[in-house]
């Protein structure tokens, strides 16, 4: 009985697939239907599956139009607020350029406000440069999981997309085995709806990925690339004060001239 089985699912299995590689050419050559416009014929016509797919292309764009808002050089690293910190820390006016950092938004104002604190006068060869770094770390870690919360939820959308597309491919199937079933013959033109169906979702659902993927890579690169410069203006900034600081050693190891 099992073996019976077996072969009448292997059997119909072949039918349907022959029967879907003999209408492909003329499903696919014909023009759409006259009387469907072309969001029934690409859209409306992958039944309710597309619903989902198209909820995920919405937020797709949403989360896209959040994180170029968000993810941009004023939001992180504002040339203005760079300009007069450095004047501060060039100057050792440390607590002037804590203060200066706290009352400004952007990424490395709070995160200077974070760590500029740490400066150690005790230690005027490098003000505890491993304390700041600490600091500067620790703010990044926890600040760059709120960003990249958005920023994985692009990646959700890429990997459920695909998903959503197989889930209709196979309600798709089931109802080309169904109609088959019930009809007792290979009828082209009734496996059409049905083929249709398992084929448009399957579209859609790459064609939704395949964007969320780049994106996902795009916005996670540029806020790693948008931290680097915070973190590499901190250092900047350090440095300008541990100068300003031994100013009087760094010169003391410059020759005033060179004999002949």
Same mark, same amino acid.
């Not at 029967?19 to 969001?39: T, V, Y």
């Not at 060039?90 to 203060?99: F, G, L, P």
């Given at each position: 009985m099992i073996e019976k089985l077996s072969f009448r699912s292997t059997r119909l299995t072949a039918v @349907?697939?022959?029967?879907? *590689?003999?209408? +492909?050419?003329? *499903?696919?050559?014909?023009?759409?239907? /006259? &009387? /469907? $416009?072309? *969001?029934?014929?690409? @859209? *409306? +016509?992958?039944?309710?599956?597309?619903?989902f797919i198209g909820l995920a292309v919405v937020a797709l764009i949403a989360l896209c139009v959040f994180n170029f808002i968000n993810l941009t050089k004023p939001k992180f690293c504002p040339d203005d607020l760079k300009a007069a910190l450095m004047d501060h820390m060039? $100057?050792?006016? @440390?607590?002037? +350029?804590?203060?200066l950092a706290a009352s400004h938004?952007?990424?490395l104002g709070r995160m200077l406000a974070y760590s500029l604190p740490n400066i150690d006068a005790t230690r005027p060869e490098d003000l505890g440069r491993d304390h700041i770094e600490d600091a500067i770390a620790d703010f990044s870690i926890n600040e760059n999981r709120r960003s990249m919360t958005w920023i994985n939820y692009i990646s959700l959308v890429a990997q459920a997309a695909p998903m959503l597309g197989l889930l209709g491919t196979v309600i798709g199937m089931v109802g080309a085995f169904g109609t088959l079933s019930d009809s007792g013959q290979a &009828?082209?033109?009734m496996l059409a709806g049905d083929i249709s169906v398992a084929l448009l979702t399957t579209m859609w659902g790459l064609i939704t990925a395949i964007p969320a993927l780049l994106a996902y890579f795009f916005f996670k690169n540029k806020l790693n690339n948008l931290v680097? &410069?915070?973190q590499h203006v901190a250092e900047e900034l350090l440095n300008a004060s541990i100068q300003t600081v031994n100013q009087d050693a760094y010169l003391a190891k410059i020759p005033e001239g060179i004999a002949v």
């Open positions: @349907v697939a022959t029967s879907f *590689l003999a209408s +492909a050419p003329m *499903l696919f050559a014909q023009d759409a239907p /006259k &009387d /469907k $416009n072309a *969001l029934e014929t690409y @859209v *409306l +016509a992958g039944g309710p599956t597309m619903i060039a $100057n050792c006016r @440390v607590r002037s +350029a804590i203060e938004p952007s990424y &009828d082209p033109s680097a &410069d915070c």
